[in-house]
């Protein structure tokens, strides 16, 4: 993924009290072990480890608040428009690693360019596209109203098109979502069906019919 978030903070070392030692009989205090709640320990054991999405959520969301606090002038949550949103995606793209060809570039347009060339790195449209989602999921998971979402904005919604058009040209690639084939199966079941015999249905309807009029 060509998204850079900040980096994890390792946790500090773990460090220990020092031991209390009672002056009367120079003996050591230690804590007890039966101290430790049976029931703190379950909760410890059994609460759910995020996944890889709301982890990545969550350094998301910090890096676009760091964005913010480094912002000049400094800009807070509420202040955010869709305009800042854009800003922002713009600032990523220094951290990019797909190649996009300029239009000027004699590989635009090709997939697999067979020399390289000095275009830019950018970040790639399915990356924006995938912050975005989280991002604008965190705004509303932070307090945020939904309508007043900055990431739903319709210039964010815009831009993106507009990059996922680009780079499918400058690339040589395509984003139209492939369609789902008919089911094979399904229609191979039905003609392995056996099909109702015409000349026996007519044979019986006649002879039925000439029952009919002999007993008349």
Sequence with gaps: MDIVSEPITKNPPITFETPIINSSTSSMITPSSSAISPATTADSISTPTPSRYENQKRRDWNTFCQYLRNHRPPLT???CSGAHVLEFLRYLDQFGKT??????CPFFGLPNPPAPCPCPLRQAWGSLDALIGRLRAAYE???GRPEANPFGARAV???LREVRDFQA?????SYEKKRKRPNNNNNNSNNNKPKPNMNAMLVASSAAS???TTTS
């Design 77 to 79: 949550l509420p202040m």
């Design 99 to 104: 190649k996009i060809h300029n239009q000027t």
């Design 141 to 143: 998971e932070h307090g």
């Design 157 to 159: 919604r815009l831009y």
């Design 169 to 173: 040209k400058a690339r040589g690639v």
């Design 210 to 212: 000439s029952t009919t």
